[in-house]
């Protein structure tokens, strides 16, 4: 991919305030970091959202965020109040990125931006990635500091001695389906059953790892 070029982010929330205030906080982390934003929103949210900001000026302050508008298919003036979802839930969530250090870096990046905006984090590691990550890491120190982040990690199917460089990658492709897709569906409802944090909301992930959906 060519490094040069800036990535442009296309968000499409439900409709619904519960839903479009924490993708309107990634978005605009996202605007600060340099990405093109298109924030897809509802005409009747944007008919709110004009009434609270000057959005003209908020586009002066981030000339790469951009506004549009679709219709859900409700006149303006219905209530909606019935449909709003628990504004008070905090976003949760996992990240899910191919176990090579050139994408693991820029997505705990990420995540360490979305922790720092009061998100939940849950960040899925290969062993191998944690235990190389632990050597330079203080974890329980990065605990401390971020207290709603946490890493969790499963096999990638190579012993922990065995390099990632070289042909083994074409492997390591082949086994996020045969032996890292059964153990992340565990997890993710593990982490649904879990008492100690809120479910998760939202699985970000590259396209490299796809493959876990099939």
Same mark, same amino acid.
Not at 77 to 91: A, E, I, S, Y
């Given at each position: 991919m060519d490094q040069?070029?800036?990535?442009?982010?296309? &968000? !499409?929330?439900?409709? /619904?305030?519960?839903?479009?205030?924490?993708?309107? +906080? !990634?978005?605009? /982390? !996202?605007?600060?970091?340099?990405f093109l934003i298109t924030f897809v929103n509802s005409d009747y949210n944007h008919d709110r959202l004009e009434r609270v900001m000057d959005i003209p000026a908020f586009y002066n302050r981030s000339p790469g965020f951009r506004f549009v508008t679709i219709s859900d298919g409700?006149? !303006?003036?219905?209530? +909606?109040?019935?449909?709003?979802?628990?504004?008070?839930?905090?976003?949760?969530?996992? &990240?899910?990125?191919l176990p090579l250090s050139g994408n693991v870096k820029p997505m705990l990046a990420l995540a360490e931006l979305l922790c720092d905006a009061s998100f939940l984090i849950t960040f899925v590691n290969s062993?191998?990635?944690?235990?190389?990550?632990?050597?330079?890491?203080?974890?329980?120190? &990065?605990?401390?500091?971020?207290p709603g982040f946490r890493f969790v990690s499963i096999s990638d199917g190579l012993p922990l001695d065995q390099p990632r460089i070289g042909p083994i990658i074409f492997q390591l492709f082949f086994n996020t389906r045969t032996v890292s897709k059964p153990l992340l569906r565990e997890l993710l409802i593990s982490l649904g059953q879990s008492t100690e944090r809120s479910p998760p909301t939202c699985i970000m992930y590259s396209r490299w790892t796809d493959v876990f959906r099939y």
């Open positions: 040069d070029k800036v990535p442009h982010v296309v &968000f !499409l929330p439900l409709p /619904l305030s519960g839903h479009v205030k924490p993708m309107l +906080t !990634l978005a605009e /982390l !996202l605007c600060d970091a340099s409700l006149p !303006l003036d219905h209530n +909606t109040k019935g449909l709003v979802m628990d504004q008070d839930k905090v976003p949760h969530v996992v &990240f899910l990125p062993d191998y990635n944690h235990d190389r990550l632990e050597r330079v890491m203080d974890i329980p120190a &990065f605990y401390n500091r971020s």
